[in-house]
């Protein structure tokens, strides 16, 4: 087994003093390549934190985090640009795609600058919106802008892709129908998915389970039996 | 108790600090602006009104060659006529042993009893002139504080070819010599030109009127009417070489300073609501867009329970608060400007008091026109509070609908990028709201080209005058007109270049009921010192029968090329001609009218008979020269080009137009506010969007270019026109600004243009860069936990 991530000894705080915040407290963790890995936690815990760290969004106040033989926590803002933009994909709680551009231009906003991106109606295929690539997000459903935002998220075949909340804005029908995405994703592609959730139930499809408490990791499982996303009920 | 709501309008304030103050400083500038014009306006109007009457300043005027006392008497019967003095007047000069020229200067005899008569004068140190005294004078204020001179010191006078010593017994204003300048130069230099005060017997034995006088000084009883007083006295002093009895707004020193004030009113009136239209537009968009941005909080307040009219006294106030601290700050402003601007009136205009007392109404309207200005702007915003329903806080986050903006899927379309789309997209989607940032960039732009047109027509004036309309190194006045062989005797002068002789002579011009009070100034038909220029600066030909008038006179007489204009000569056989208008001259200075000299005397029944002379000299021996004519009793003063210069660009610089700098420095700062302002808005608007960008792995650069692509297009689009207008507001400044004085032309300027241009560019790249900081430090984290 190859790990994706390394950290060690990672800790973030906000702020100083009397107010300080302390985020994380010490995580060593490591999340293995091509594996769907969901993190699980109280609000507040940390999982966001951690995430944000990994995906070279934020950065570490102590500790050193990986990506393979990258050391993030050395990296430059440029580098860590860079690093997004070749190796990483997120998607959001909240979607995050350009309102004034239509599905298929959104997943193209990242095509245009990857490395090896596959096409953009492929993406959108895969995503099952195959018919709709020409609709404006304002017209588009919650669940269909999410799916959109993991075309976008798949298309430039990264890596690595973070998930923060995926399911969170939407109903269970429509969330179980990303989260099969997700799942296909992974299995087609190989990509290493990590995924953030305070829905228990979803931990079912993963291939391991971390449990976030307090800014620390309490425990990390690995999941024998693993269920399919359309047998999750949350 | 301080609300919740109130606490976060405080720290509203508080975050939107670099706003609130530009905004507040835009509203500041405009009640500045008008606080202090309408302050200078009621200063200089209620203390000219009070001067005149304390000083008792004749209401008719009438000079004559001379009469004996004895009909005055018959004046002071004329029905209407309150009181009738008559004074002695005459041209003087003063030898200062610094300068090279002799300095002209007006000899008046005071009232044997001065402290009851008109025009009485007002002392400012020394006493008055013993009557009895034969060499004692009082000296003009600002001349005597030019030349450091005062009481106790001696000047070197020539009275009517006689040249004395006078010795100084006092300093003294007059409310008639409210605005002193050299005859024939127009322009207002207290060291150039003087006022001397004699004992009336003194003046009269220089002058030759004994028991005589040469100008009448007349009031009136109320309710009389000035024409017919007017009338009844040229009927009187016609045998007398009477020139033309006039009213007191004839009186050069009145015109001017009427002038002056007129000017002031109009900038008054014009300035203040451009300023406050642009705050007012600022205002709207931030407030508009803090109400957009705030549309939970909005909802979530109303879900609560809070009423409309609540919520939205609540952006209300935070309008208010900005609008009435920009007025009181404006307010304070005037008053501290007001009195540094009065001081420049104390510099040009002889007044011997003179205190800025702000017009109570110019706060009022000031401060109502900011709050009105400010609620316009604030209404748009608060019908959009009351229309929000509170269901909108419970509402996940809606992406703006863009399926009506551009396709772009034609075949330039399909090749832009997506970044590309992002920027078009945003500009077609709310084409209003691009227009309306669009209009005010293109208002900075306005202002600034207008402004700058301004500037360089300053220059531009004072270059054209002295290098294309007069070509002359000085001109020569005689104290009465000469033979042309004198012409040729000062042509004699080693060093003196070229001559070229010139009649004025004084004359009442009149299109039916209007009418000026003037001269005509006779010159060769082809002159080549001074000439008479059409807008392409070619000169014009003087005509054998007919006048070329300059434009600033033909358009206070209304008169156009081919209308007749009637012309009362005032001097010599007082000819009336009938004459037709020519063509009108582009002139810069003054308001001069021009016919051919052989006419002009054929008209006057003298031949041959000329007034002065333009000169040109040899540089080097120019002091020489003037040293020369120093000595020559006929010469009655000599005005060096270089002088006049001086003077006209010390008036610029100083006096009046010295508001074109505080305006210009203004209209600079204004445009910047708009463009930052807007650059802000949008990058508030997008900042959302642009962390989603950066997380994906878009550089810095190509995030800031979805931003500032836009802003550069809005920018590009406003330039051509805020030129447009800028030329229009160039026009309306440099109307406002002109005078009988000097005529700022404001045409199409490029290098203003260009220059105001480049400035617009240059703000919004400053602003492009002030907010690429913001977005190179904005945390995406955060960027992206909030929502919209
Ligand atoms: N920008 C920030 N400033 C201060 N505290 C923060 C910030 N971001 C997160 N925190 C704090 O850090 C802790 C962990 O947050 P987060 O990782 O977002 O938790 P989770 O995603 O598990 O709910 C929380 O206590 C949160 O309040
Ligand atoms: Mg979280």
């Known amino acids: 087994m190859t790990a994706d991530f390394t950290t060690r000894g990672l800790t973030r705080t906000y702020g100083e ?48 985090a990986h990506f393979r033989d990258m050391d993030l926590t050395a990296m430059t803002d440029a580098r860590l640009t860079r690093y997004r933009r070749d190796h990483i994909g997120f998607v959001f709680q909240f979607y995050n795609l350009m309102p004034s551009l239509t599905a298929r231009e959104n997943v193209e906003l990242v095509t245009e600058i990857a490395r090896n991106p596959m096409r953009a109606e492929e993406a959108l295929e895969l995503v099952g919106l195959g018919a709709r690539v020409d609709h404006f997000p304002a017209q588009l459903s919650g669940g269909e802008q999410q799916r959109v935002a993991i075309a976008r998220a798949v298309a430039k075949q990264p890596e690595v892709m973070f998930c923060d909340e995926p399911t969170g804005a939407l109903d269970s029908a429509t969330g179980r129908t990303v989260l099969e995405v997700l799942n296909e994703v992974n299995a087609r592609l190989g990509t290493t998915i990590l995924m953030v959730t305070h829905a228990a139930n979803i931990a079912d499809m993963a291939h391991r389970v971390i449990r976030l408490a307090d800014g620390a990791i309490r425990e990390v499982v690995e999941n024998g039996q693993r269920k399919p996303p359309a047998e999750i009920v949350w | 108790m301080v609300s919740p709501l109130d606490r976060k309008l405080l720290r509203d304030l508080r975050r939107m600090k670099a706003q609130v103050i530009a905004i507040g400083a835009v509203i500041a500038t405009g009640v500045l602006l008008q606080v202090m014009m309408s302050g200078l306006v009621a200063s200089l109007t209620e203390t000219r009104r009070a001067y005149y009457e304390r000083n008792r300043l004749a209401e008719v005027f ?59 004068v007002y002392m400012i140190s020394g006493a008055l002139p013993d009557p009895a005294a034969r060499d004692e004078a009082l000296l003009i204020e600002g001349f005597a504080k030019a030349h450091g001179l005062g009481p106790g010191d001696r000047l070197t006078v020539t ?41 009336r017997a003194a003046l009269a034995a220089a002058y ?164 009105l200005a400010a609620s316009a702007g604030g209404l748009f915003v608060l019908r959009r509070v009351f229309r929000l329903a509170p269901a909108e806080a419970m509402r996940p986050p809606a992406p703006g609908d863009f399926s009506r903006s551009i396709r772009l899927d034609g075949p330039v379309g399909r090749r832009l990028d997506q970044p590309t789309r992002m920027v078009l997209r945003g500009l077609s989607r709310q084409p209003l709201r691009a227009a309306a940032l669009a209009a005010g960039i293109a208002a900075g732009m306005a202002l600034s080209a207008g402004m700058t047109t301004i500037y360089t027509s300053f220059d531009r004036v ?37 001559v070229e002789p010139m009649r004025d002579v004084p004359a009442i011009l009149r299109n039916g009921r209007l009418s000026h009070r003037g001269a005509i100034t006779g010159m ?96 080097a021996q120019a002091d020489a020269i003037w040293l020369s004519l120093k000595d020559m009793p006929a010469v009655a003063g000599v005005s060096v080009a270089e002088d006049m210069q001086a003077s006209l660009q010390k008036l610029m610089d100083q006096g ?27 990058y508030d608007e997008r900042a959302h969007d642009l962390a989603s960008l950066r997380v994906m792995g878009f550089t810095r650069a190509e995030a800031a270019f979805v931003l500032l692509g836009e802003l550069g297009l809005i920018t590009l689009a406003s330039l051509p026109v805020g030129s447009l207008a800028g030329y229009g507001l160039a026009q309306a400044i440099a109307e406002g600004f002109s005078t009988e004085l000097y ?18 560019v240059g703000a919004a790249l400053v602003s492009g860069w002030l907010i690429k900081r913001d977005l190179d430090r904005a945390d995406l984290v955060l960027a992206l936990k909030t929502r919209e």
């Open chain 2, 462 to 498: 004072m270059e054209m005058n002295f290098s294309v309309v007069d070509r002359s190194d000085a001109t020569v006045l005689f104290t009465h007109p000469l033979s042309e062989r004198a012409a040729f005797s000062l042509a004699r002068i080693p060093g003196v270049l070229q």
């Open chain 2, 656 to 682: 009046a137009g010295s508001a074109r700098y505080i305006m210009g420095a203004i209209a600079f700062i204004i445009t910047f506010g708009i463009v930052f302002n807007a650059a802000r808005i949008a």
């Open chain 2, 524 to 619: 060769p038909a082809a002159p080549e010192m001074t000439r008479a220029i059409d807008a392409d600066q070619r000169p014009i030909p003087l005509p054998a029968e007919g006048v070329v008038l300059g434009e600033a006179l033909a358009d206070v007489l209304q008169v156009r090329a081919g209308d007749m204009l009637r012309i009362e000569v005032t001097n010599g056989r007082q000819p009336v001609l009938e004459v037709p208008v020519t063509q009108v001259a582009r002139t810069l200075l003054g308001a001069p009218a021009y016919m051919r000299i052989d006419s002009l005397n054929r008209a006057m029944r003298e031949p041959g008979l000329i007034s002065g002379l333009h000169v040109r000299v040899d540089a």
């Open chain 2, 743 to 760: 005529q700022i032309p404001a045409g199409y300027d490029p290098f203003s243009h260009g220059f105001a241009a480049l400035f617009i």
């Open chain 1, 17 to 64: 003093g009397h107010s300080a915040v302390h985020a994380l407290r010490g995580v060593d963790v490591e999340i293995p390549a091509g594996e769907i890995v969901v993190m699980l936690g109280a609000s507040g815990s940390g999982k966001s934190t951690l995430l944000n760290i990994l995906g070279g969004l934020d950065r570490a106040t102590s500790g050193t």
């Open chain 2, 208 to 371: 030759d009127m004994d028991g005589a006088f040469n100008e009448t000084l007349v009031t009136l009883a109320r309710g009389a009417s000035e024409q017919a007083v007017i009338d009844r006295i040229d009927a009187i002093l016609r045998p007398w070489g009477g020139t033309g009895a006039y009213g007191r707004d004839q009186l050069v020193s009145d015109r001017f300073v009427t002038e002056e004030i007129n000017g002031l009113r109009t900038m008054s009136r014009v300035m203040p609501p451009i300023f406050l239209a642009v705050a007012a537009f600022i205002l709207y968009i931030v407030v508009s867009r803090m109400v957009q941005s705030e549309r939970e909080e909005i909802g979530l307040l109303k879900a609560f329970g809070y009423t409309g009219a609540e919520v939205g006294a609540h952006y209300f106030k935070l309008v208010m608060i900005i609008a009435i601290g920009g007025a009181l700050a404006g307010c304070l402003g005037g008053i501290a400007s007001g009195r540094a601007m009065i001081g420049v009136y104390t510099t040009f205009y002889n007044f011997p008091f003179l205190v800025f007392r702000p017009d109570p109404a110019a706060f009022a309207t000031g401060v109502a026109a900011s709050v």
């Open chain 2, 159 to 199: 009275l009517n070819g006689a040249r004395r010593v006078l010795r100084i017994a006092g300093t003294a204003q007059a409310p008639d010599m409210l605005y002193t300048a050299v005859p024939g130069e127009m322009m207002p230099d207290a060291a150039r030109f003087a006022v001397l005060w004699m004992p």
């Open chain 2, 62 to 120: 009438a000079p004559l060659t001379r009469a004996p006392e004895a009909e005055l008497a018959r004046i002071a019967a004329i029905p209407g006529v309150a009181r009738a003095e008559g004074r002695i007047a005459g041209a003087a000069l003063i030898d200062m042993p610094d300068e090279a020229v002799p300095l002209q200067a007006r000899a008046l005899s005071l009232p044997d009893r001065s402290e009851r008569g008109l025009n009485a």
